[in-house]
């Protein structure tokens, strides 16, 4: 195998060339810009490419080996050892997993095994199979005309999304989207724009980041306050409709007008962060808010939470008199998205693949849930579960006597990752303690055991018998 490495000698140098190559090796290994594991080249090859005596590599692998950089294996070539240090490292002491297994119960994505690998690879094979040029070059940086076609079909069908595929913009996710909406709200002269309390606190950053301060507007069993958004002072709010982020609330029907009444009234916009809509029960899930207003109401979706967040698709479904502009910023960001993953995803769609999948998903996450459920019931005494639709989290209230942080600590002395209430609150306020489970990204048997240490830690906590 022929494998290339970006090192480098000086012949004019008074160290010996060996002592130069053992160095350069030992400063890329240690700064790890080569990581544990990586492959090097053949003292043969290397000799070759850097021009030198093949005894030099010889005798400068020998002796990193011998100091444990590199190791040799017969038939296997030579690679870098393992970590000389303690990968843990690397994280935050908050993040920092215990020795034992770890059951990670924070929120996030999926769990890899729901990924429909098969589906993907066809749709994949098909889309590459019948390529020609234009689909093998630059894709527009709005999206190919073909996909946005076919997502806004999509998106009206499920969703009811009333826009034009002219109005549909692919993004890099979800990110790239708000990120394209916060400059365009300070161009517009906003420098703050309403977030849900509890909520994301990744994207508060995000959106401090991009310019604009975010404020923070409480929930509750309906969604986002809408009389405390008015009081706010704000014109612009970032909101989740279908499932509210942590708690998985429902934005009533009656909030729903309010917020759009208040739109309206103060001539801004609403960001519609409609991120997991497909696994909310089809009996509770509501049309999406952007069609009581496509003129107010931007529509932002990706396929993250549903496939995967490697393949950073999304996409915005912008009021008209926003499209040209959102366009202009986008093309002086970046030429677009990967035409190949768009087309993929659109033959998902097309065949029937994107809605078999989301149909098994759904039903998958809801039996999470429910297990969820079932066991807090038994063996979380006093313990209350907030959102019966839910989504990929489940926010659970604790009784007051339980000491929110001690538990979380507890929790983790028992190889359980999860996260409290404050941890997702803007605002430093007498809310109740809470806890915040992710039930979508581990596997059944692994849920099954996180549980039951939470339960434990719960127990050490309260000084509960439970049950």
Request: hydrophobic share 40%; with cysteine; proline share 6%.
């Amino acid at each position: 195998m022929s494998l290339n490495l970006s090192l480098s000698i000086d012949a004019q140098s008074r160290e010996t060339l060996a002592v130069q190559l053992r160095n350069a090796f030992r400063t890329q290994i240690e700064e790890g810009t080569l990581r544990p594991g990586t492959r090097v080249p053949s003292s043969r090859q290397l000799a070759a490419d850097l021009g030198v005596s093949r005894s030099v590599v010889v005798e400068a692998y020998e002796q990193l080996c011998a100091e444990g950089y590199l190791v040799s294996q017969h038939g296997s070539g030579t690679s870098v050892a393992a970590a000389r240090a303690d990968v843990g490292s690397a994280l935050t002491p908050d993040d920092r997993a215990p020795a034992a297994a770890v059951h990670d119960l924070r929120t996030g994505g999926l769990h890899d095994s729901t990924f429909p690998r098969q589906d993907w690879i066809r749709a994949v094979s098909a889309v590459v199979t019948s390529a020609g040029r234009r689909e093998l070059g630059y894709a527009p940086p709005s999206g190919l005309p073909v996909v946005r076609h076919t997502l806004a079909g999509y998106l009206g069908r499920v969703r009811g999304v009333r826009t034009r595929p002219e109005h549909l913009m692919i993004t890099s996710g979800f990110a790239q989207g708000l990120a394209l909406l916060c400059r365009e709200l300070r161009d517009r002269g906003h420098d703050t724009i309403g977030v849900e309390d509890p909520g994301h606190p990744g994207e508060w950053e995000f959106i401090a980041e991009a310019g604009l301060r975010p404020v923070g507007i409480p929930v509750d069993g309906d969604g986002i306050r809408v009389d405390a958004l008015a009081a706010s002072g704000v014109r612009a709010a970032l909101v989740t409709p279908a499932s509210q982020f942590p708690t998985g609330a429902t934005l009533s029907a009656q909030r729903r007008a309010h917020l759009v009444a208040w739109a309206q009234e103060v001539d801004g916009y609403l960001i519609e962060d409609d991120f997991d809509a497909a696994l909310v029960a089809p009996a509770q899930r509501m049309p999406a808010l952007q069609s009581l207003a496509p003129d107010r109401v931007i529509y932002a979706g990706s396929a993250s939470k549903v496939l995967a967040p490697a393949l950073r698709l999304g996409w915005l479904a912008t009021p008209p008199d926003l499209t040209t502009r959102v366009e202009r910023i986008r093309a002086g960001w970046d030429i677009g998205c990967s035409g190949l993953e768009q087309l993929a995803l659109a033959r998902l769609i097309d065949t029937g693949a994107f809605d078999r999948h989301l149909r098994r998903l759904g039903a998958d996450v809801r039996k999470r849930r429910q297990t969820v459920q079932q066991f807090v019931s038994r063996h979380l005494p006093d313990v209350a579960v907030l959102g019966p639709n839910g989504g990929l989290q489940a926010y659970l209230v604790l009784p007051a006597r339980c000491a929110e942080e001690a538990l979380v600590q507890a929790a983790r002395r028992r190889s359980v990752l999860v996260r409290g209430g404050r941890f997702y609150a803007l605002r430093t306020d007498d809310r109740p303690p809470a806890l915040v489970l992710g039930y979508a990204g581990v596997r059944g048997p692994e849920l099954g055991r996180g549980l039951a240490g939470i339960a434990a830690a719960y127990r050490e906590t309260t000084g509960g018998s439970g049950s």
